[in-house]
């Protein structure tokens, strides 16, 4: 089992950048597949950006392409979303999710929120116009 803390949310004007990060507490960092994911008001949750155990892939939603970036550091527990040029309708909860797909699925990246077994309690990210 494992917790999962973000940090990094604020309130940022369009163009703006912002990093969130997650910090994992628990064992087993390395076999779990990790994702952002956000919600706005009214919409439902949607997937942001996924990463593979190894790292070595990375999954984005089409739109959000070339503006953020997902890593991972394995060593430290932690994952991070790099969110450049924000803009307003980037404004939602932006939650850490992880699944223990198994250190033998090192390319494996789950494509569903619901595929998401441990969460954290989100941060907010609000850009203004």
């Known amino acids: 089992q494992v917790q999962l803390i973000e940090s990094g949310g604020g309130l940022v004007q369009a163009g703006d950048s912002l990093r969130l990060s997650c910090v994992a507490s628990?064992?087993?960092?390395?076999?779990?597949?990790l994702a952002w994911l956000r919600q706005a008001p009214g919409r439902d949750r949607e997937l942001v950006a996924g990463?593979?155990?190894?790292?070595?892939?990375?999954y984005y939603q089409d739109s959000l392409k070339g503006r953020f970036t997902i890593s991972r550091d394995n060593a430290k527990n932690s994952v991070f979303l790099q969110m450049n040029s924000l803009k307003p309708e980037d404004t939602a909860v932006y939650y850490c999710a992880a699944d223990p797909v198994g250190s033998t699925s090192s390319h494996y990246i789950p494509g569903s929120p619901d595929d998401y077994d441990y969460w954290g309690q989100g941060t907010q990210v609000t850009v203004s116009s």
């Open positions: 990463i593979s155990t190894s790292g070595y892939k990375t």
């Open positions: 628990g064992r087993g960092f390395s076999v779990y597949a």
